[in-house]
């Protein structure tokens, strides 16, 4: 096989998935292709709920203020009863943001919304999307993937060093790989319409018959636009009719009401829930990712927000390994990221068990904050002794000011593409191209201030610890001798070089 690349990623599939890992490698300077089947974007709203943790994975990405402004949080819900009544209800728990986690409810806004927003930015980034182009087929060697591409008009062989599925659930990546997707398909169908329609108020979630799955219908107003969107389970057998027509019937029949008036249909889909996990998500130089790795309820709002950081944990990976770090880097990909899908669909499930007694409840475990890989090989591991944070768990947040006065957090330090040490003290540290050092304490260039960095690390004198790229601990080691060794050689592992000044 040639080893003359064309690029060094391939990625198919241009959903909220795909567009991460193409922002990801963009602003690394990894040159990639992205391509979609798809004459042209989508333009539904099926994941319409952004969780706390994809918030903070967005601010990093520079997209989290356009999100805020172009979507909304979720409305209070009327929970109709049989007379005509309704109770008023949150349908989650809505806490106070903290200083370790500034995010705190989902907000919502329809997929299509968010994926025009990722597109904009990757395109400030240089990058785009090849809409009409398809993946018919691929053959990997040691070196590389050569892909076959089908285009309006065209055929064509391209020669890449990755290449990586986020083709969604009938994933032909996935497919073609042979990777097994084993779940189940669950007794429930589903419809999901985006309608204009009238005799709504749109400050309120509406719910209708809660608990009968056979009659319950959810209408709630979508933020940034003036849709709203219908779901609630239909028939598994048979054709559903997604009319305006067919629409307005349903809402008649399952809400007694004949002053709710569907004018138009923007999109909808009728669809068997399914939850299914693939046995792999990685083949040589081929990955999975997104809903062609795992498929599952959409009840508590997980499925773009796992896809999302799906490709954020990818993304700087393949980054690093094409610079340089060790290819068993790639491993932690699947061992780090298949058992979190693992556990959201096992979440999903439960609460759509909940949903059909009309129990469902939405708490703090559909945020992600928890999310956490104590058990990667990323990690260099922290004392048995230590109290407060470990590695491998989520990076707080939390307010400082610079030594110059002026106010700043920790997740502005974190932003970007690089690896960040904080360290308590002076202890001696060389720096290295992509690694930014900060110090707190004397002479230090952060100022704890409110103790906020202290009560959310408990860094004692003379310890530091390294972020990941994707907001991650990697490492909480004393700046010792043996410390300062295993500092050393996992940011060799990582592809991060030492800097050599006589070598300038």
């Known amino acids: 096989m040639p080893n003359d ?71 209070m819900m009327r929970d109709y009863r049989p007379d005509g009544s309704f109770v008023e209800k949150d349908f989650g728990e809505r806490p106070e943001p903290m200083p370790a986690e500034p995010y705190h409810i989902p907000l919502m806004i329809p997929q299509f919304m968010t994926e025009r927003i990722m597109r904009e930015r990757l395109t400030e980034l240089s990058g785009h999307v090849e809409f009409g182009c398809a993946l018919v087929g691929f053959e990997q060697d040691d070196n590389g993937v050569t892909a076959r591409l089908s285009g309006p008009g065209r055929e064509e062989a391209f020669r890449v060093r ?196 009309g129990e469902i409840k939405r708490g703090r475990e559909v945020r992600q904050l928890d999310i956490g890989y104590p058990n990667s090989s990323v990690n260099v591991e922290s004392s048995p002794k230590r109290d407060g944070i470990r590695a491998g768990d989520r990076a707080p947040d939390a307010p400082i000011a610079g030594a110059a006065g002026h106010p700043s957090r920790l997740f502005q330090l974190f932003r970007g593409a690089h690896w960040t040490l904080l360290v308590n003290g002076q202890g001696a540290v060389a720096p290295r191209p992509g690694l930014h050092i900060h110090r707190l304490g004397e002479k230090g260039d952060i100022v704890d201030a409110l103790d906020h960095v202290d009560a959310a690390y408990e860094l004692a004198q003379g310890e530091c610890v390294l972020v990941r790229p994707d907001g991650y601990v990697a490492a909480v080691l004393s700046l010792g001798p043996a410390g300062s060794a295993e500092l050393e050689t996992c940011l060799d592992r990582m592809g991060l070089p030492a800097y050599c000044e006589a070598q300038q």
């Open 162 to 357: 990755y290449l990586v599925g986020a083709d969604g659930g009938r994933s032909f990546v996935r497919s073609a790989l042979g990777v097994g997707f084993p779940g189940k398909t669950l007794d429930v169908g589903a419809m999901v319409a985006d309608v204009a329609l009238t005799g709504l108020d749109r400050g309120w979630w509406h719910q209708f018959n809660d608990g009968d799955m056979q009659w319950m219908l959810s209408i709630c107003p979508l933020g940034g636009t003036d849709l709203f969107q219908l779901q609630g389970p239909v028939p598994q057998e048979g054709e559903v009719d997604l009319s305006a027509e067919g629409l307005q019937h349903m809402i008649a029949e399952r809400t007694k009401r004949n002053d709710v008036r569907v004018q138009s249909v923007s999109w909808a889909s009728a669809y068997a829930m399914n939850a299914r996990l693939a046995e792999r998500y990685r083949v040589g130089r081929v990955f999975l990712t997104g809903d062609a790795a795992h498929i599952h309820p959409p009840t508590g709002g997980q499925g773009l927000n796992t896809s999302v950081q799906d490709a954020y944990n990818l993304g700087w990976k393949l980054a690093a390994v094409l610079r340089g770090a060790s290819d068993d880097l790639l491993d932690s990909y699947e061992c780090e990221r298949r058992p979190v899908a693992e556990a959201m669909l096992g979440l999903s499930t439960r609460l759509l068990e909940a949903g059909k007694r």
């Open 5 to 75: 690349f064309a690029a060094d990623v391939l990625v198919c599939g241009a959903g909220a998935a795909g567009l991460t890992l193409a922002i990801e490698l963009a602003r690394r300077g990894v040159s990639f292709r992205l391509i979609d089947r798809m004459g042209e974007p989508f333009h539904g709203s099926r994941g319409k709920g952004i969780q706390p943790r994809t918030q903070e994975v967005f601010e990093d990405l520079g997209i989290l203020d356009k999100v805020v402004a172009a979507g909304g949080i979720y409305p």
